[in-house]
């Protein structure tokens, strides 16, 4: 009874203050009963569950970096998905690898959905840190303002890129009195120590710090986003709350004024809206250590029944092998871009290689991404337009056979790769086949002549909508996405619509002149700045295409 007593004392509960009653967790567990806090704000959910929490059968296998093994998904309560995924430091506009790192959890939010869960998906903002403050310091800005306009940025960029909200996003400035309760839970519990109104986590009293990441203490290295300090009682120790220096952003606490350190603040965050035990905890693989495993380390230490299942993270995008970051400088931000590329092109582009793996970012891949999105919409809406207003309700019994198997395979492709640890590359490599069989069927002789044409475009253009919108990849109208990529490629090109059509008059005159060689001047100057020509019975039409100049290289290698 004593050590349950204990667990309980250790595990007290945050005072959720200036939160919205929706928003609380209901603690405090009573004892004699171990449960899961229940999450009483209203999580995401699939409009396939129908009211019934269980999800459909299927296994979703997740690659674990607690484990280093792809393991069974198995929620902690049965239906429900409890997801926290570190966000953003807002202290300037964020760059394509902050992308990655939200597109990948946009993807297995997504997918939870379509699988039948109930998802509450927490991803945070820090708006207190020393970026932001040296920022708002060169600007003349207050520093909780500038963060506030980076995240509504942020925010914008999301939207940009198809990433569903989440269920809530909780800033660090609002949070203070749970940081600095959990900050005295672990003092409670003698794992931290004070030195002249600094509070530091002492990493020599957690057993079984460095499991998440592999690392041994004594390989540990003071630094990490934080001054190396020699008060400290050992190198690796991190801290908790700094005392606030002359002008600084601060707050009150038991040690005077000052601000939460980085790590704390999401060990705070997502026992306050998921409890001490959840399901998922994600980000990008650079906050392995020391932000993830100093996470694990605090929140451990102010509840000992602290315990996360899946440990996810996605790989960098490079430039030239090298990560992708402010800090070394060699970032483009997502504004940056889609600038010159389509958002749905972006997105496209950072799932076309698996979420582990590392992404080499050039404007080749980008191009292609790019080239293969229009080709995607391109195609339904040729579907569209030979369907036209007709009534797009169908029955199955009067598609095909040969469709129908078409499609089942489609969609076994489908979940057996988005079940095996999100494989999108090969998801979307698996919508090859259907729009194949679109095109034959509007465009070849044999394929116009099929008997129940129809039915097989309608189910057909279903199955891919229906992958699409799982994926994020699904815009509004197909012809105005069309048009915005072809807006995007004449902006790479340097060209407008005009200049486009006058060539193409030019070469139409060289044609009838019989000059072909400069008919084919003219086609090869479009293609090498990514205008393609494609001659029909009706006339010259044209489409974005990979500039000649960035595909030769990659053909003569």
Known sequence: MASLLNLFKSCRPFTPIGLPSRLRIQFPLRPGKLTQPRRSFTPHSSSKNNGDSTPSAKDLWLHNTMSRKKELFKPKVEGQVGMYVCGVTAYDLSHIGHARVYVTFDVLFRYLKHLGYQVSYVRNFTDVDDKIIARANELGEDPISLSRRFCEEFNRDMEQLQCLDPSVQPRVSDHIPQIIDLINQILDNGYAYEVDGDV???????????????????????????????????????VLWKTAKEGEVSWESPWGRGRPGWHIECSAMSAAYLGYSFDIHGGGMDLVFPHHENEIAQSCAACDSSDISYWIHNGFVTVDSEKMSKSLGNFFTIRQVIDLYHPLALRLFLMGTHYRSPINYSDFLLESASERVFYIYQTLHDCESVLGEKDSTFDNGSVPSDTLTSISTFRSEFIASMSDDLLTPVTLAAMSEPLKTINDLIHTRKGKKQPRREESLKALEASVREVLTILGLMPTSYSEVLEQLKEKALKRAGLNEEDVLQRVKERTDARKNKEYERSDEIRKELANVGIALMDSPEGTAWRPAIPLALQEPSTTT
């Open 200 to 238: 530091y986590f002492s990493v020599d009293k957690s057993p079984t710090y460095g499991k998440l990441s592999g690392r041994k203490l004594e390989d540990n290295r003071a630094g990490e986003r934080v001054a190396v300090d020699t008060r400290k009682r050992h190198p690796a120790d991190f």
